[in-house]
């Protein structure tokens, strides 16, 4: 851990590729991206036609030879090279100066805690893409403890439930490592979805998908105001607006909320006594994106029995939480090493070799110095057996 800790404060970059959207934290400047993780690109040139909120407003919208791609799914990157293109698109110009300065950057990625050795390589990839020598992974559960500013170092329990755009994630910590941990496929994109199907199964009503988020506010409407939604007949194919009762959308919600709850309730009861115990006082910190869906916390409340935080800015928790550890705010004792591992860049020696030499081409250039002067000789070598501390 403290050796892991070490390799991060080396690090410039922080990211955090989610499925909703992508964050970059620059070390000592901050937050430098957060864009939806969305590409437009055109199907017969395969360029790239829009990057972020722009491709986002696209959806739906484009003629064929236009797709809209998410080449990140659950915190996983399912689509390399365009998640490559995206981040490229979107960090460039930003990191402009910071490659001047440091032509050799290294950089931490989040990845969901419970990720598989071909959603790690993708991440790692994806970073070595994008100009990284050395790419560190970090547990998104960690960072986002670290984020909203939980004691996780300390040893008494803390928890906390991770809302994604398709995953939530619950986990206790305890001296800065995670003591048990569960993933529930649920997240602020599940319930949108819930609703949708809701209206076109009783109502039948298609609901652009930019038109779900007023209908959260309902959700949580204390007096149950009937609600108005406008969107195509799906017989006639007509615009048509209905009213809708709050209640009935709750309803439509509640399976996947259940699930969530299950799923708290399933970590605690892995959890000893002396931590849920701790949880009783401090509570419950959601973090993530669909944090913010009203009337969250409140049920969680009211299923748990115990208090329940909202953090600031649930969504920058993550990618916060590492920037903190990348600029040595976060201190933590050598028990949690587990939470940490370390990778080096992951290509084949000869991929490698190159991007190894047009690098120190441009380190050369910007420096003045001789090429390849005072670099690790290791970064020539194909990638070695991720570092496991556990
Ligand atoms: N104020 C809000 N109310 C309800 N839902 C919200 C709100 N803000 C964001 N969301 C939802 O949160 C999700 C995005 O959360 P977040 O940015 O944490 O996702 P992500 O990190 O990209 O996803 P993942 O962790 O699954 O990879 C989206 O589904 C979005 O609809």
């Given amino acids: 851990m403290t050796l892991s800790l070490d390799h991060l404060r080396r690090c410039t970059l922080a990211v955090d590729l989610g499925a909703a959207r992508t964050r970059v934290y620059l ?6 991206v957060d864009e939806p993780s969305v590409v437009a690109v055109n199907t017969q040139t395969g360029a790239l036609i829009a990057v972020g909120a722009p491709a986002e407003r696209m959806s739906g919208r484009t003629p064929a030879n236009i797709r809209v791609i998410r080449p990140i799914t659950g915190g996983t990157v399912v689509d390399i090279d365009v998640a490559q293109r995206m981040l490229r698109a979107m960090v460039g110009n930003k990191l402009r100066r910071a490659w001047r300065r440091k032509p050799l950057l290294r950089a931490a990625v989040c990845i969901p805690h419970d990720a598989d050795p071909l959603a790690r390589r993708a ?9 990284a020598r050395r790419v560190e992974l970090v547990d998104s559960l960690v960072t986002a ?3 909203c500013g939980l004691p996780v170092e300390e ?7 991770q809302c994604g755009a398709a995953t939530t994630e619950v986990a206790v910590l305890s001296l800065g490592a995670i003591v048990a941990a569960e993933k529930v496929p649920m997240g602020g994109e599940t319930v949108d979805r819930a609703l949708m199907q809701y209206l076109r199964n009783e109502h039948e009503l298609l609901l652009p998908s930019q038109a779900v988020r007023p209908l959260h506010e309902a959700l949580a409407d204390p007096v149950d105001q009937v609600a108005e939604v406008s969107g195509r007949d799906v017989a006639t194919g007509l615009a048509r607006t209905v009213t809708i009762d709050p209640r009935s959308l709750r309803a439509a919600v509640t399976p996947p909320l259940t699930a969530l709850l299950d799923t708290i309730r399933a970590v605690l009861h892995r959890c000893p006594p002396d931590l849920v115990a701790d949880l009783g006082d401090r509570g419950v910190m959601l973090t993530g994106g669909a944090a913010g869906l009203p009337g969250l916390d409140q049920m969680i409340r009211q299923s748990t029995g115990m208090p329940v935080n909202v953090a600031e800015e649930p969504g920058l928790c993550a990618v916060m939480g590492l920037g903190a550890m990348l600029e040595g705010r976060f201190r933590q004792r050598e028990i949690a090493e587990p939470n940490f591992k370390r990778h080096e860049s ?9 991007r190894f030499r047009r690098q120190v081409k441009a380190s050369g250039k910007a420096s003045g110095t001789s090429t390849g002067a005072g670099l690790d000789e290791s970064l020539v070598d194909p990638m070695p057996e991720p570092t496991s501390m556990a």
């Fill in 27 to 32: 070390k000592q400047s901050g937050l430098i």
């Fill in 123 to 131: 991440a790692l990839e994806t970073l070595v893409g994008v100009g």
């Fill in 145 to 147: 403890a670290v984020g």
């Fill in 155 to 161: 040893p008494e329990a803390t928890m906390i439930v």
């Fill in 346 to 354: 992951g290509m084949g020696g000869g991929d490698l070799k190159r």
